[in-house]
């Protein structure tokens, strides 16, 4: 029986998110797995790559063999490297914490509340201007 280390893919349409599977080479991608090893969240950023790596180590010791994106995965953690015995790759990016916007209370601004619109009503302008009128013209 020959084993792979393959993806199997969750989540909408849309939104894929995989897991990382030892599973059967003759097994449909998202049927049953033998072991559930890892993760891989694309849509992230950075995207989300967690491995067992003992777990991974052990299914290459015994022959399991990676389909092409999860060695892709393995070389990006390093797995792969520590299997074959090649030096480790530089690490992976981390996401830097997005940086929170100030509120309004922390700017110094102060809600005085009067409750009163700012602009004029439109009706009293008119009425403002007709009484300018009749006054010239009274003149």
């Given at each position: 029986m020959a084993v792979k280390i393959k993806?199997?893919?969750?989540?909408?349409?849309?939104?894929p998110h995989y897991r990382i599977v030892v599973a059967d080479s003759r097994t449909r991608r998202?049927?049953?797995a033998i072991e559930e090893i890892g993760k891989y969240h694309?849509?992230?950023?950075?995207?989300?790559?967690?491995?067992d790596a003992d777990r991974v180590a052990y299914w290459l010791g015994v022959g399991a063999q990676p389909t092409e994106p999860v060695l892709a995965i393995l070389k990006k953690t390093g797995d792969w490297q520590k299997f074959k015995?090649?030096?480790?790759?530089?690490?992976?990016?981390?996401?830097?914490?997005?940086?929170?916007?100030?509120?309004?209370?922390?700017?110094?601004?102060?809600?005085e509340g009067k409750g009163?619109?700012?602009?004029?009503?439109?009706k009293a302008?008119?009425?403002d201007e007709a009484a300018a009128e009749s006054?010239?013209?009274?003149?």
């Open positions: 993806l199997k893919r969750l989540g909408k349409i849309r939104s998202d049927g049953r694309p849509t992230y950023n950075p995207s989300v790559m967690e491995v015995g090649e030096p480790a790759p530089a690490p992976l990016l981390v996401a830097e914490p997005k940086a929170t916007r100030p509120s309004f209370e922390a700017l110094g601004g102060e809600d009163e619109a700012i602009t004029q009503k439109k302008e008119k009425k006054e010239s013209a009274g003149a």
